[in-house]
């Protein structure tokens, strides 16, 4: 089955530096999706891309889609302790009719020093 | 974005009972989903609810052992049937903003078998 892998698994910033998280499938995918879900929290939709070599950004966080649709990243630029939490990366892949399923990276937690 | 309560939040059950997970939206919505995770580690999807239909189960996942119902719209349980401590996690649903493929998650159910 399609397999997402996420690197690295945990990263430890000092606030003002910049942080990468790298995505990569075993298959080609229609879209990919990116979620954050904070200690004890619940993951939450930040943003997905759709087309080859798609870029967009929110604010410091810049997300990117590989042109051959099975990579990403998102990469945020001088980070604050807001930042913290798990960042995970979804794979989205259609099955028959209207069904489609996500499959998510292993995440990369991110802590932030002040 | 939906509003999505789970019930209960957390519990801890005997082996070889059983829970049942509830999962409230606040709209409408054609398709629910039922995902585990481990703590500390990343999401798998147990099944696809849709009204009106049968759940699909994902690979390693059994109606005997999850099974789901989805009598209407806005409502869908989950049954961890006869547990074991194996079955400790962390039992999300979420719903799809309708045609988007993004997906917005309860506050899950943390459940302990001992």
């Known amino acids: 089955g399609q397999q997402v892998m996420q690197i690295p698994q945990y990263q430890h910033v000092q606030e003002g530096e910049d942080f990468t998280t790298y995505c990569n499938s075993s298959?080609?995918?229609?879209?990919i999706q990116w979620y954050k879900q904070r200690p004890g929290g619940h993951p939450v939709f930040l943003i997905q891309l759709v087309k080859s070599g798609e870029v967009k950004k929110q604010k410091r966080l810049t997300f990117q889609f590989g042109e051959a649709k099975k990579n990403s990243s998102l990469h945020i630029t001088a980070t604050q302790t807001t930042d913290v939490g798990t960042y995970f990366c979804a794979g989205v892949s259609m099955g028959g009719g209207s069904n489609y399923k996500l499959t998510f990276g292993k995440g990369t937690l991110l802590t932030v020093n002040p | 974005s939906a509003v999505i309560s789970q019930k209960p939040s957390r519990d801890i059950c005997q082996r070889g009972t059983s829970l049942t997970i509830q999962c409230q939206v606040d709209?409408?919505?054609?398709?629910m989903f039922w995902y585990r995770q481990q703590p500390g580690q990343s999401l798998t999807l147990i099944a696809t609810a849709n009204q009106g239909s049968e759940a699909t189960y994902e690979s390693g996942f059994v109606i005997d052992k999850f099974p789901i119902s989805r009598p209407n719209l806005t409502f869908s349980t989950l049954t961890v049937s006869n547990m074991s401590p194996e079955d400790s996690s962390i039992y999300l649903c979420?719903?799809?903003?309708?045609?988007?493929?993004?997906?917005?998650f309860g506050p899950g159910t943390r459940l302990t078998v001992t």
């Open positions: 979420s719903v799809e903003r309708p045609s988007s493929y993004e997906q917005y």
């Open positions: 298959t080609t995918l229609s879209n």
């Open positions: 709209s409408q919505v054609t398709m």
